[in-house]
């Protein structure tokens, strides 16, 4: 099946400290990306919606400036959480997609984002 | 009316038993269905696409009824490591978003 890799798998920091978060679609063409966050034991909520080139498209109550997302090529997105407080902890994870819609996502690993 | 609505369960069956989760969509243009699963502090993976005429992989069947808008997911002999959350996706097709229900919980017991 498709490969899509994330690094990094965790990341523990100070508050105040910008995270960046790669996601990369390895053996095909990944036009759209998506961003979710997931806290314990609740369900995933997409963020943001990226297609190559563009700018990202947010969900309601999704500050943009402070999730930066970049989706520079076909194959990689990087969500940056600028100046990260603890109450964004949780656990991130990217999905790359064709762009058709009759084709499934492929999720990346996941990122454990622990703010201290 | 959620866009895609799954019983959270948990369902608790004994090794060996069939299960089968439904989860019902709004949009009747919705194009494409899936299922995935999800362990514990894990991603989701994809576990099959649900296709128009129905289909099987070895212990799971998947089956989709457009007229009533609802796909389902039926596991036969069920394992231990089938002990998961199940994901029920659904793709509407105009905007490229998937819409993916809360999960079911399925636990199955030695």
């Known amino acids: 099946g498709a490969v899509v890799s994330q690094h990094p798998s965790r990341v523990i920091c100070k508050s105040g400290t910008s995270v960046k978060i790669e996601c990369r679609s390895l053996?095909?063409?990944?036009?759209?990306m998506f961003w979710y966050r997931q806290f314990p034991k609740q369900s995933l909520m997409l963020m943001a919606t990226s297609n190559e080139g563009s700018k990202a498209t947010y969900e309601q109550g999704v500050e943009k400036d402070k999730f930066l997302i970049n989706h520079a090529s076909l194959t990689l997105s990087t969500l940056t959480v600028t100046s990260a407080h603890p109450e964004d902890s949780s656990f991130y994870i990217c999905s790359a997609s064709s762009g058709r819609a009759d084709q499934p996502q492929h999720f990346g690993d996941g990122t454990r984002l622990s703010i201290l | 009316r959620k866009e895609v609505e799954q019983d959270p369960g948990p369902f608790n069956v004994p090794e060996g038993a069939t299960v089968a989760f439904n989860c019902t969509y709004s949009?009747?243009?919705?194009?494409?269905f899936f299922w995935y699963r999800q362990d514990c502090r894990k991603e989701p993976k994809l576990l099959m696409s649900v296709y128009s005429s129905g289909n099987e992989d070895g212990r799971f069947t998947a089956q989709l009824n457009r007229a009533s808008q609802y796909i389902s997911l039926l596991i036969r002999d069920s394992k231990l490591s089938d002990s998961a959350t199940y994901l029920c996706v659904v793709n509407e097709g105009g905007t490229y978003k998937y819409i993916f229900g809360t999960g079911t919980r399925l636990k199955v017991l030695a």
């Open positions: 949009n009747s243009a919705s194009q494409s």
């Open positions: 053996d095909f063409q990944a036009t759209t």
